[in-house]
């Protein structure tokens, strides 16, 4: 027998205000990730990421970072991030997001200080239980077991700050390029009105030619691919979270034209907005399928009778 003391005495590494609640959890296998979820933020969530196999290139808060299987990946409240896939972007990851988080240091629902890299490489001893622990808060949670998921979550939390405090901080810094987020935070206020590279150009008083030149750099996308995959993102959490039509849905995000809405749409996640929401939403606004069950007639009662 091997037995193990706990030190009942150690205080918690986490210094939290208030009581953080469990959004939701999701698990996707490689399979599945070539349909993305597209560019977005969340306001009032941090989301913790996982990836457990498979690589690819996550764009967060405006900036590329290749990813590999044992990173862990925080996107605090607020930030943008985005999930391109093909044929080479593949990964198996779990999500678990969180409302409710207050720590000392920090602003509201963060785990990271905003100018921090929000990609950490996990040892090997630590990424294969953080896959253990999300796994059974996932099924727990698909299971309806919401209480345990609560110290679950804590149990995660603790994990994830203990792993961030013990990350390298010898790693590079990324030197921030102060007219590319100029750039990117202008987009991010204004991609669901009628703008373009002329009136970007325009707003901040530079050329179009070093506008597109320093955004892509920074990004990975020219100024236009980045407006529509914002504003395919922001598609998806309407899709998810309300009942609105899908002409709304389009014309809300900045399409007039419900055709072309489609067409890009489809284009960028790989199914039409009707398949979108049919085959992610378990019940109201509540979970994403990732469970890999289809659930019948899901978000049947939305107004989506136009394509």
């Known amino acids: 027998m091997i037995q193990c003391f706990a030190k009942l005495d150690k205080p918690s590494m986490l210094l939290m205000e208030g009581t953080p609640q469990v959004a939701y959890v999701s698990r996707t296998d490689e399979e599945n990730s070539v349909h993305p979820r597209v560019m977005h933020a969340h306001k009032d969530l941090v989301e913790i990421v996982l990836v457990t196999s498979g690589h690819g290139r996550y764009s967060i808060g405006g900036?590329?970072?290749?990813?590999?299987?044992?990173?862990?990946?925080?996107?605090?409240?607020g930030v943008v991030h985005d999930e391109p896939s093909g044929?080479?972007?593949?990964t198996r990851r779990y999500c678990c997001a969180i409302s409710g988080i207050k720590l000392a240091g920090l602003r509201e629902n963060a785990l990271t200080k905003d100018e921090e890299s929000p990609v950490f490489h996990l040892p090997d001893k630590v990424w294969p239980r953080m896959e253990q622990l999300m796994e059974t808060l996932f099924s727990s949670l698909v299971a309806g077991e919401e209480s345990a998921c609560h110290y679950l979550m804590m149990a995660l939390l603790e994990?994830?700050?203990?792993?961030?405090?013990?990350?390298?901080?010898?790693?590079a810094e990324l030197e921030p390029n102060i007219l590319g987020r100029r750039i990117k935070e202008y987009i991010d206020s204004?991609?669901?009105?009628?703008?373009?590279?002329?009136?970007?150009?325009?707003?901040?008083n530079i050329s179009q030619y070093y506008l597109a030149h320093v955004f892509k750099d920074m990004t990975g996308y020219s100024p236009m691919q980045y407006i529509v995959r914002r504003r395919i993102g922001e598609a998806q959490t309407l899709l998810i979270s309300t009942h609105l039509s899908v002409t709304d849905i389009g014309i809300r995000v900045g399409y007039d034209n419900p055709s072309h809405f489609n067409q890009l749409f489809t284009k960028n996640v790989g199914m039409s907005p009707r398949e979108y929401r049919r085959n992610y939403i378990v019940s109201e606004g509540k979970t994403e399928r990732e469970t890999g069950k289809a659930l019948k007639n899901a978000g049947g009662k939305s107004q989506d009778n136009d394509s």
């Open 87 to 90: 044929p080479e972007d593949r």
């Open 159 to 171: 994990l994830c700050w203990s792993a961030l405090h013990r990350a390298n901080s010898n790693e």
């Open 190 to 204: 204004s991609y669901m009105e009628d703008i373009s590279l002329g009136s970007i150009a325009q707003k901040l």
């Open 63 to 77: 900036t590329l970072y290749p990813i590999q299987k044992g990173d862990l990946m925080i996107y605090n409240s």
